[in-house]
């Protein structure tokens, strides 16, 4: 397992971290799983096995019960791994029970501690952007957490790259503790991200965690063109996480991903994950499973690497258009396109 910095802290995380909104099953997780302490005490185990020392979960995922497993099932081992969580989503009816101003924040740190059975929280990150609550006392929420030991590291998730910056701007300007990180969506199916947020990670130095990197099973081999998916399985215009746009671009991507594993020897979903694992700013993949043997699949990708060529066939058939101003600074910038930049343009300049 590769340990990565994760952005510009200090803190090392695995290449690969176990998620948990399978644990418990009821609410937000039902999609994903029903697993009980003891099917969480075997993930982890495998999961530890492997080499990672990462587990993200979430106030909301089964309605706290996510947090509450994972708690149990970590036992005395906790201070030998890392736990990130997030607040933001509703967590009862009341009018101050979701959102990031700073009595909900504060609490929900406090009711996630009680849960997890800890006294810290490695990481602790906002849910989604709160577009009524100011960025300040947000982060001054997040950052008297921080000085009151409760929270160690702080991080977003779901930010567009503006409201990234305007964060970590406020935090320089009002000597607040800064987001390290970034949770989003990434994957072979849906590359959004690259056009903005992932050049405002690498100028800034956050690291992205990435959620739902086989875009929830789509990317795994089973949705084939063609090809009767197994019994039990959504059919594309079902999903919502991702939504599905281009389902010609899907099922060739998916074709490519299946070849390529092929060669490898190994399954499609361990090649989309390497290949997120491999791009810039990307610290850590989000893998979860139903079952220990999909589990146990998605950890082998963290020892696949995939080549030059293999990497650029695989960014040729699932790319996006350039949007504007980008496909204009592509044709223009000539030399003076930065670092930033080029995670952008490299995909759309000819080869």
């Not at 697993?35 to 075997?42: F, P, Q």
């Not at 000085?147 to 910056?165: D, I, P």
């Not at 405002?200 to 789509?218: E, F, R, Y």
Request: contains cysteine; aromatic residues 6%; hydrophobic residues 40%.
């Amino acid at each position: 397992m590769e340990y990565r910095q994760l952005g510009r802290s200090g803190l090392r995380v695995s290449a690969v971290t176990l998620g948990t909104m399978g644990f418990g099953g009821t609410g937000w997780a039902s999609p994903v799983g029903q697993i009980d302490v003891e099917g969480a005490r075997k993930q982890i185990g495998l999961a530890r096995d492997a080499g990672v020392n990462l587990f993200d979960t979430a106030d909301v995922y089964s309605n706290g019960l996510s947090e509450e497993i994972l708690g149990k099932a970590l036992g005395s081992d906790r201070d030998d791994v890392l736990i990130a969580t997030k607040v933001r989503m509703p967590m009862g009816d009341g009018p101050n029970d979701a959102g990031l101003s700073r009595h909900h924040v504060i609490r929900g740190a406090e009711a996630s501690l009680r849960r997890l059975g800890t006294d810290y929280i490695d990481l602790y990150q906002v849910h989604e952007w709160d577009g009524q609550t100011p960025l300040e006392e947000t982060l001054s929420a997040l950052d008297h957490l921080v000085q009151s030991g409760k929270v160690r590291y702080v991080g977003c998730s779901n930010y567009a790259a503006w409201q990234v910056m305007k964060a970590l701007w406020i935090a320089d300007r009002e000597g607040l503790t800064p987001f390290v990180s970034n949770q989003l969506y990434y994957s072979l199916q849906a590359r959004d991200i690259e056009n903005e947020i992932v050049p405002v990670a690498v100028d800034q130095g956050l690291g992205i965690l990435v959620w739902s990197p086989i875009a929830g099973g789509l990317l795994s081999g089973k949705y084939r063109r063609g090809v009767e998916a197994p019994a039990g399985s959504r059919h594309l215009t079902e999903w919502n996480e991702p939504p599905v746009y281009d389902e010609d671009k899907l099922y060739d991507t998916v074709e490519a991903l299946v070849a390529i594993g092929a060669d490898h020897g190994v399954s499609a979903a361990q090649v989309a994950l390497a290949y997120t694992m491999g791009k810039p700013a990307v610290t850590s993949v989000i893998v979860g499973a139903r079952t220990e043997d999909q589990l146990a699949d998605n950890l082998a990708a963290a020892e696949l690497t995939l080549s030059a060529e293999e990497m650029a066939r695989l960014d040729d058939v699932s790319a996006q258009s350039l949007p504007y101003p980008f496909w204009h600074q592509a044709k223009t910038g000539g030399g003076r396109l930065g670092p930033a930049d080029l995670t952008l343009l490299a995909r759309h300049v000819p080869r």
